[in-house]
């Protein structure tokens, strides 16, 4: 045992003598969550609260609610919206328009808000949001001033200029109306609270995971079988919809909307909101609206300095805190913290349901077998590649036969890795066909190959830094699963047997690479070799026939290398086809069937492992020309 | 011969992970010193940390006895360490030219305009390709003159060791050869100080006087290249000597 | 064909604004890859420096230099004032941020900004302030027909354009300028080569500021009134003319900051005041969309 897996290993053990401790940490934080309730039902009673103050409450939970919406966009998916406050105008205007010429009551126009807003952000983050963190940043802003300078204008007579919309209504529920500041202090803190149970059982789903997935690794999310466009244009509109929703109850708690509400300034501070209570964390955001509404409060007799407190203050915080004051900690909740139900209270238990329900043989298709015929699980014909003018990959074929290792050698730079990604689906190649079990799959999106069972591993890790082994194990289970939003936002039973499902999936998986007591850690914090195997696992969680992997052994030691080559052997057995690219000769001609000899984007040669070896073109090519 | 480069247990990591542990080299002056290894072995790690790119976590990097620990990294090509990095690395929209004459940027002010003339005009015998391409942007290149240009662009300043990162990388074998042969004549014609860095370890060791086979980290072997070149763990992992004994 | 003219000149002239911000956006996320939210506020700084220099003792720099020896002085004093605050703003709000990634960064911008157009308030005060007419010049002069073009407007246009071309010189021509590339292009290699890299950073963080806060007085002393969030608005119109010209592209970001004033200048006479940021806006995101490295930008690939 290495050092650095000796220290780990102690690290562990110490982190699990710690959660002895969270039972009672956990009852303090229960404790705090009851007293901090409590805290907010009684404050419109507490003495020394005016109505002043309890509209300060009613800010903060519509900055609470506008925070959480721009969470789900900018920290659970990574995307860079300054823009967050044009969805908010549009719920608002979409409110006092239709109220004040069609009369339509506001509960009924609360949906109807955030129907506007959504959709609106459909139609405008369609063609955009494939854009890259920058670009996006400032797309969003303009975004935001074209809605605030329309308002502006006054189109059609509509939204009435700088001098915005008077007498909008108040929500009335038939049997009462939401009138006084205290009325709509808890009419606000009710909607939040709705929101975040909603949240927090999304966050704990696969679509909360596709979306952090995206966050920490877009291309690794995608070549994982995550439709990484679908997911973030499903945060972009739930996000938006929020905001439209908070439209709605600021026009209906104001009666009045002007296009000053909404200023970029808005969009900064929702941002902030994000940013200090640290990305993806619900708690975190509900911390930040309260910083950003109070504090301005508490300064109020230095008017005029206060936003330049709150200016420097930022800058202090992401010195201090870059991550932000309440950051999600996931290493520290355990399984549990997947929020699946009825989960054993012994992890070792949930492993051994996994190990009994685990599949022990790779599943064969019925029909596509037939169509493969000769045994052939890959084939690339004439596949070509260009890099602006170099030619990466030239006219390659590659025949991978079923049940087989082969492996893909040749000098670096050979273009080895981008003929995986070829095959992968990253890139789409410029001429040529890739057949899976018979079938073309050269014009198909990487997240739409992983599902017909070809998986991969990258040569420089791609894992998710920042989520457990187990979360990124259970990615590779993603593809295969079905249920969406609804039932991940209502923790439907059928949705709560699959993530069952998924999770034991994974942890067959992750024990199977022995990582398994390693589940709870965060990738990041694993040794290289550990992390290049729990690739491995990510890649077999998605049930591939074919596993395609870059460079499996590189970094590795010797000890490490040989229980590599013992794993693939043991996934061969288990009826996988492994294609590698290898530069440790060792494991090539100890374990491959076939190989093929890549050089300069051409193949030189495909033949048995030690025939390759007596070949002078290879010899000369890859191995040195004897002097 | 004196000790130009000398690396004493030098430590590096990148986090928890440890890139080298405790590796020591000695390059006298005017060798050619390889260092052969597999992918991730650790090879790219030790010139980036005897150029000053990434912080050392114990150990020292002594050029002539001074250590280079107190300097800042770009402080390092004005004393004479001049990296050649791997993937040549070129500036892709800077003409050739510009690529060139930034070669000079830490010597200009102390070096006559004619030395930087003559040594320009010894770079363009080397690589005649280079005069003949001197107002293109060096990312229209190829990859072969693009390496040329990466070493070009190394030996403007007339550095006192050359640390060369796998200049055959994904280069056709006659450009290999081509490489090869100029990295012999730089030697020969300037006495320039090598350490060189390469897959292709019987090309390495063919000009090398001198070899180190670096295994996760680790030096797991050195001595003189012509005794390298017959040892038996070498040539089964490295110089395919396998084959031979399949064959 | 007089709207033309006229909307020529006033799109040149603030074209130019544009672009003498968008350098300084430029050369910032070329080195730093931030888009430097403060930049805006820096040229509201420009702005009230140079008013603070013509009406400082009742108009005395006038009453010494005259008319255009004063402006000289209040640029010059502009300038540097405001390229000091770009380092202090570097050293005090990126440098400790800049390990922590890219997110931090932008919050660090965004409070950055918040910070100086707060601090711009709190010493000028909230409402507008205008440039005293005694040290404005008022000249003008007949072009050709009855187009008649002010002096200062004229003034204003050519030294921007003289700038414009003394950066495009240096950016482009010199050996310090393609060091300058170079770093924006690969930190490591640069440093390899022997280029300090904070040099570099102190030397984006002082000349993109410094030529902010030029447009800065320019904008002030053709458009009197200033106001303390003056920037924001021309900082965003500046970073989309860095878009429009390929982001990190100097050259590029200088004509995307003339092409985006002229167009603007169009749209306004032609066909709306109201709606022309909308326009712009509009333009931005089709850029995007159909050419997002700009329109003189290169392909670049990300590798797998």
């Given at each position: 045992?290495?050092?650095v897996?000796?220290?780990?290993?102690?690290?562990?053990a110490?982190l699990?003598?710690r959660?002895?401790?969270?039972a009672?940490?956990k009852?303090?934080?229960w404790?705090?969550l009851?007293?901090?309730?409590?805290?907010?039902?009684a404050?419109?009673f507490?003495?020394?609260?005016?109505?002043?103050?309890i509209d300060?409450g009613f800010?903060v939970?519509?900055?609470a609610?506008?925070?959480?919406?721009?969470?789900?966009?900018?920290?659970?998916?990574g995307?860079?919206n300054?823009?967050?406050?044009?969805?908010?105008?549009?719920g608002a205007?979409?409110?006092a328009?239709?109220?004040?010429?069609l009369?339509i009551p506001?509960?009924?126009?609360?949906?109807?808000?955030?129907?506007?807003?959504?959709g609106?952000?459909?139609?405008?983050a369609?063609p955009i949001?494939?854009?890259?963190?920058?670009?996006?940043?400032?797309?969003?802003?303009?975004?935001g001033?074209?809605?605030?300078?329309?308002?502006l204008n006054?189109p059609?007579?509509?939204?009435?200029?700088?001098?915005?919309?008077?007498?909008?209504?108040?929500?009335?529920?038939?049997l009462?109306?939401?009138?006084?500041?205290t009325?709509?202090?808890?009419?606000?803190w009710i909607?939040?609270?709705?929101?975040?149970?909603?949240?927090?059982?999304?966050?704990?789903?696969r679509v909360?995971?596709?979306w952090?997935?995206i966050?920490?690794?877009?291309?690794?999310?995608?070549?994982?079988g995550?439709?990484?466009?679908?997911?973030?244009l499903l945060?972009?509109?739930?996000?938006?919809?929020l905001?439209?929703?908070a439209?709605?109850?600021?026009?209906?708690?104001?009666m009045?909307?002007?296009p000053s509400?909404f200023t970029?300034?808005e969009?900064?501070?929702?941002?902030?909101?994000v940013?200090?209570?640290?990305?993806?964390?619900?708690?975190?955001?509900?911390l930040g609206?309260a910083?950003?509404v109070?504090f301005?409060?508490?300064?109020?007799?230095f008017?005029?300095?206060r936003?330049?407190?709150?200016?420097?203050?930022?800058?202090?915080?992401?010195?201090?805190?870059p991550e932000?004051?309440l950051p999600?900690r996931?290493?520290?909740?355990?399984l549990?913290?997947?929020?699946?139900?009825?989960?054993?209270q012994?992890?070792?238990?949930?492993?051994?349901?996994?190990?009994q329900k685990?599949?022990?043989?790779?599943?064969?298709?019925?029909?596509?077998n037939?169509?493969?015929?000769?045994?052939?699980?890959?084939e690339?014909?004439?596949?070509?590649?260009n890099?602006g003018?170099?030619v990466a990959?030239n006219?390659?074929d590659?025949?991978?036969r079923?049940?087989?290792?082969?492996?893909?050698?040749?000098?670096?730079?050979?273009g080895?890795?981008?003929?995986?990604?070829?095959?992968?689906g990253i890139?789409r190649?410029?001429s040529?066909?890739?057949?899976?079990?018979g079938?073309?799959i050269s014009n198909?999106?990487?997240?739409?190959?992983?599902?017909?069972?070809?998986?991969?591993?990258?040569?420089n890790?791609?894992?998710?830094?920042s989520l457990?082994?187990i979360?990124?194990?259970?990615?590779?289970?993603?593809c295969h699963?079905?249920?969406?939003?609804?039932?991940s936002?209502?923790?439907?039973?059928?949705?709560?047997?699959e993530e069952?499902?998924?999770?034991?999936?994974?942890?067959?998986r992750?024990?199977?690479?022995?990582?398994?007591?390693y589940?709870?850690?965060?990738?990041?914090?694993l040794?290289?070799g550990?992390?290049?195997t729990l690739?491995?696992?990510?890649?077999l969680?998605?049930?591939?026939?074919?596993?395609?992997?870059d460079?499996?052994s590189s970094?590795?030691n010797?000890?490490e290398?040989?229980?590599?080559?013992?794993?693939l052997?043991?996934?061969?057995?288990?009826?996988?086809?492994?294609?590698?690219?290898?530069?440790?000769?060792?494991?090539?001609?100890?374990?491959?069937?076939?190989?093929?000899?890549?050089?300069?984007?051409t193949?030189?040669?495909e033949?048995?492992?030690?025939?390759?070896y007596?070949?002078?073109k290879?010899?000369?090519a890859?191995?040195?020309?004897?002097? | 011969?004196?000790?130009?480069?000398s690396?004493?247990?030098?430590?590096?990591?990148y986090?928890?992970?440890?890139?080298l542990?405790?590796?020591?080299?000695?390059?006298?002056?005017g060798?050619?010193a390889?260092?052969l290894?597999?992918?991730?072995?650790?090879k790219?790690t030790l010139?980036?940390?005897i150029?000053?790119?990434?912080?050392i976590?114990?150990g020292?990097?002594k050029?002539r006895g001074?250590?280079?620990?107190r300097?800042?990294?770009?402080?390092?090509?004005?004393?004479g360490?001049?990296?050649?990095?791997?993937?040549?690395?070129?500036?892709?929209?800077?003409?050739v030219?510009?690529?060139?004459?930034?070669?000079?940027?830490?010597?200009?002010?102390?070096?006559?305009?004619?030395?930087l003339?003559?040594?320009m005009?010894?770079i363009?015998t080397?690589?005649?390709?280079?005069?003949?391409?001197?107002k293109?942007?060096?990312?229209?290149?190829?990859?072969g003159?693009q390496?040329?240009?990466?070493?070009?662009r190394?030996?403007?300043s007339?550095?006192?060791?050359l640390?060369?990162?796998?200049?055959?990388?994904?280069?056709a074998?006659?450009?290999?050869?081509?490489?090869?042969r100029?990295?012999r004549?730089?030697?020969e014609?300037q006495?320039?100080?090598?350490?060189?860095v390469?897959?292709?370890a019987r090309?390495?060791?063919?000009?090398?006087n001198?070899?180190?086979?670096?295994e996760?980290?680790?030096?797991?072997?050195?001595?003189?290249?012509?005794?390298?070149?017959?040892n038996?763990?070498v040539?089964?992992a490295?110089?395919g000597g396998?084959?031979?004994?399949a064959? | 064909?007089?709207?033309?003219?006229?909307?020529?000149v006033?799109?040149?002239?603030?074209?130019?604004?544009?672009?003498?911000v968008a350098?300084g956006?430029?050369m910032?996320?070329?080195?730093?890859?931030?888009?430097?939210?403060?930049?805006?506020?820096?040229?509201t700084l420009?702005?009230?420096l140079g008013?603070?220099?013509?009406?400082?003792g009742s108009?005395w720099v006038?009453?010494?230099?005259?008319?255009?020896?004063?402006?000289?002085?209040?640029?010059?004093?502009?300038?540097?004032?405001?390229?000091?605050?770009?380092?202090?703003?570097?050293r005090?709000?990126?440098?400790?941020?800049?390990?922590?990634g890219?997110?931090p960064?932008?919050?660090?911008?965004?409070g950055?900004?918040?910070?100086?157009?707060?601090?711009?308030?709190?010493v000028?005060?909230?409402r507008?302030?205008a440039?005293?007419?005694?040290?404005?010049?008022s000249?003008?002069?007949?072009l050709?027909?009855d187009?008649r073009?002010?002096?200062?407007k004229l003034?204003?246009?050519?030294i921007?354009l003289?700038?414009?071309?003394?950066?495009?010189?240096?950016?482009?021509k010199?050996l310090?300028?393609?060091?300058?590339?170079?770093?924006?292009?690969?930190?490591?290699?640069?440093?390899?080569?022997?280029i300090?890299?904070?040099?570099?950073?102190?030397?984006?963080?002082?000349?993109?500021p410094?030529l902010?806060?030029?447009?800065?007085v320019?904008a002030?002393l053709n458009?009197?009134r200033?106001?303390?969030n003056?920037g924001?608005g021309?900082?965003?119109k500046?970073?989309t003319?860095?878009?429009?010209g390929?982001?990190?592209?100097i050259?590029?970001?200088m004509?995307?900051?003339?092409?985006l004033?002229?167009?603007?200048?169009?749209?306004?006479?032609?066909?709306?005041?109201a709606?022309?940021?909308?326009?712009?806006?509009i333009?931005?995101?089709?850029?995007?969309?159909?050419?997002?490295t700009?329109?003189?930008?290169?392909?670049?690939?990300?590798?797998?």
């Open positions: 045992m290495s050092d897996t000796r220290n780990f290993l102690q690290r562990i110490r699990q003598k959660s002895a401790f969270s009672l940490d009852r303090i934080q404790g705090l009851a007293a901090l309730a409590v805290f907010m039902l404050y419109p507490l003495p020394f609260i005016n109505n002043y103050w300060v800010f939970g519509i900055y609610l506008l925070g959480l919406s721009l969470n789900i966009i900018l920290g659970e998916v995307l860079f300054l823009g967050q406050a044009a969805f908010y105008a549009i205007y979409t409110t328009i239709l109220y004040t010429q009369h506001i509960i009924i126009l609360l949906p109807i808000s955030a129907l506007v807003a959504g609106f952000a459909y139609l405008v369609s949001i494939h854009l890259r963190g920058d670009y996006l940043c400032i797309v969003t802003i303009g975004i001033e074209i809605v605030r300078i329309t308002a006054n059609f007579g509509l939204t009435n200029g700088a001098n915005g919309i008077t007498g909008i209504g108040n929500p009335d529920f038939g009462f109306a939401v009138r006084t500041s009325q709509f202090y808890y009419y606000i909607i939040v609270g709705l929101v975040i149970l909603g949240l927090i059982n999304l966050q704990k789903s909360g995971r596709a952090n997935y966050r920490e690794d877009e291309i690794a999310a995608e070549a994982n995550i439709d990484v466009r679908h997911y973030k945060a972009f509109v739930i996000g938006t919809a905001a439209g929703i439209g709605n109850v600021f026009g209906s708690k104001f009045i909307i002007s509400n970029f300034m969009s900064c501070l929702l941002f902030v909101i940013l200090l209570g640290g990305l993806g964390s619900i708690p975190g955001s509900l609206a910083i950003i109070i301005p409060e508490i300064f109020r007799q008017a005029t300095y936003m330049l407190f709150f200016g420097a203050i930022l800058i202090i915080m992401m010195i201090f805190r932000g004051i999600r996931r290493e520290r909740t355990g549990r913290g997947l929020g699946i139900r009825k989960l054993p012994d992890e070792g238990k949930l492993l051994e349901e996994a190990l685990a599949p022990k043989k790779v599943e064969k298709p019925g029909q596509a037939a169509a493969s015929g000769e045994g052939i699980a890959l690339t014909q004439h596949v070509s590649m890099f003018g170099l990959v006219k390659f590659l025949k991978v079923e049940g087989e290792i082969t492996s893909l050698i040749g000098p670096n730079g050979a080895k890795t981008t003929l995986f990604n070829v095959i992968t890139y190649p410029e040529g066909k890739v057949l899976f079990e079938r073309e198909l999106k990487p997240h739409q190959i992983i599902p017909r069972g070809v998986a991969r591993t990258f040569q890790i791609r894992l998710f830094p457990t082994c979360e990124n194990v259970m990615s590779g289970a993603h699963a079905h249920h969406g939003l609804w039932a936002i209502l923790h439907l039973p059928a949705q709560q047997r069952r499902h998924i999770l034991n999936l994974a942890a067959y992750l024990h199977q690479v022995g990582l398994w007591e589940r709870n850690e965060l990738a990041r914090n040794p290289y550990k992390q290049k690739e491995i696992a990510r890649a969680a998605s049930s591939p026939r074919l596993l395609i992997l460079e499996p970094g590795l010797d000890a290398t040989e229980e590599l080559m013992g794993l052997t043991r996934l061969v057995a288990e009826g996988f086809t492994l294609l590698l690219i290898e530069h440790d000769m060792n494991v090539v001609m100890g374990i491959s069937n076939s190989v093929t000899v890549m050089e300069m984007g193949k030189i040669a033949d048995l492992p030690r025939k390759i007596n070949n002078p290879v010899i000369e890859y191995l040195g020309k004897e002097e | 011969m004196s000790t130009l480069l690396v004493e247990n030098l430590t590096v990591a986090g928890a992970v440890e890139a542990k405790g590796i020591s080299l000695e390059i006298p002056e060798n050619i390889a260092v290894g597999a992918n991730g072995a650790g790219t010139l980036k940390a150029s000053g790119l990434i912080p976590k114990s020292s990097i050029l001074e250590d280079l620990s300097y800042p990294a770009f402080h390092l090509s004005e004393m360490i001049m990296h050649v990095p791997e993937g040549r690395r070129v500036f892709a929209t800077l003409s030219e510009e690529n060139l004459n930034l070669g000079s940027w830490s010597t200009r002010r102390k070096t006559p305009a004619q030395d003339q003559r040594t005009e010894w363009y080397l690589f005649p390709i280079l005069k003949v391409r001197r293109q942007l060096a990312g229209t290149l190829s990859g003159e390496q040329m240009l990466s070493i070009g190394g030996l403007v007339q550095p006192k060791i640390l060369l990162d796998e200049p055959s990388l994904g280069l074998p006659v450009l290999v050869l081509e490489i090869f100029v990295i004549q730089i030697h014609e006495g320039v100080t090598i350490l060189l390469e897959q292709n090309k390495a060791l063919g000009i090398a001198y070899g180190y086979i670096l996760t980290g680790k030096i797991a072997l050195h001595d003189a290249a012509e005794a390298l070149k017959t038996e763990h040539k089964s490295y110089l396998q084959a031979a004994r064959g | 064909m007089d709207m033309f003219y006229e909307q020529l006033n799109g040149l002239a603030i074209g130019s604004f544009y672009a003498l350098i956006y430029s910032v996320y070329g080195v730093m890859k931030l888009i430097n939210f403060a930049h805006g506020d820096l040229f420009g702005s009230y008013y603070t220099i013509l009406v400082a108009g006038t009453g010494v230099f005259g008319v255009w020896g004063g402006i000289v002085v209040s640029i010059l004093g502009a300038m540097l004032g405001v390229g000091l605050a770009g380092l202090a703003l570097e005090v709000a990126y440098k400790p941020v800049y390990k922590a890219r997110l960064l932008v919050v660090s911008a965004l950055a900004s918040i910070f100086l157009s707060n601090g711009i308030m709190a000028w005060g909230p507008f302030q440039y005293p007419m005694t040290s404005v010049p000249g003008s002069l007949v050709f027909g187009f073009i002010t002096v200062l003034v204003t246009i050519i921007s003289a700038l414009m071309a003394l950066i495009y010189f240096i950016v482009e010199t310090f300028g393609a060091a300058i590339r170079a770093a924006a292009l690969d930190r490591d290699t640069a440093t390899i080569l022997g300090d890299f904070r040099k570099i950073i102190l030397f984006v963080f002082f000349v993109g410094a902010g806060g030029l447009a800065g320019f002030g458009y009197t200033i106001i303390f003056l924001w021309y900082g965003l500046a970073f003319a860095v878009i429009l390929g982001i990190g592209n050259p590029g970001a004509l995307g900051g003339l092409l004033g002229l167009m603007e200048a169009m749209f306004e006479g032609f066909v709306s005041g709606w022309k940021n909308v326009f712009v806006f333009i931005l995101i089709v850029i995007l969309i159909v050419r997002p700009g329109i003189i930008g290169e392909k670049i690939a990300e590798k797998v």
